[in-house]
């Protein structure tokens, strides 16, 4: 069994600042690319941010520059630093984590945080 556990959502005026965590635990033997994706009403979801076990990182458009992905030490856990936040990032905002157990490797979702953005 592996679990994600979400915090870090509410919200915020135009222009502030929220910082997201995920932390993956259970019976994992190592994890690969962890990442934030994004669903807004209607919208289909997107990815936000990726990191990979290497650190190397990739980011939507829309959020380069302002969001910024990281990595615990124990690199059993994600940060998403979101600065400068205009109404459109409002979303519930889901940590994805790929995970490597004894019965393989598979990908898992977290329960999403809300993100609102509005004055």
Excluded: H
């Amino acid at each position: 069994q592996v679990q994600l556990v979400e915090s870090g959502g509410g919200l915020v005026q135009p222009g502030e600042s929220l910082r997201l965590s995920c932390a993956a635990s259970g019976s994992i033997i190592g994890i690969g690319t962890m990442g934030w994706y994004r669903q807004a009403p209607g919208k289909q979801r997107e990815l936000v941010a990726r990191i990979t076990s290497g650190g190397i990182t990739d980011y939507a458009d829309s959020v380069k520059g302002r969001f910024t992905i990281s990595r615990g030490n124990a690199k059993n856990s994600a940060y998403l630093q979101m600065n400068g936040l205009k109404p459109e990032d409002t979303a519930v905002y889901y940590c994805n984590v790929g995970v490597l157990t004894r019965s393989g490797a598979s990908d898992y979702w977290g329960q999403g945080t809300q993100v609102t953005v509005s004055s």
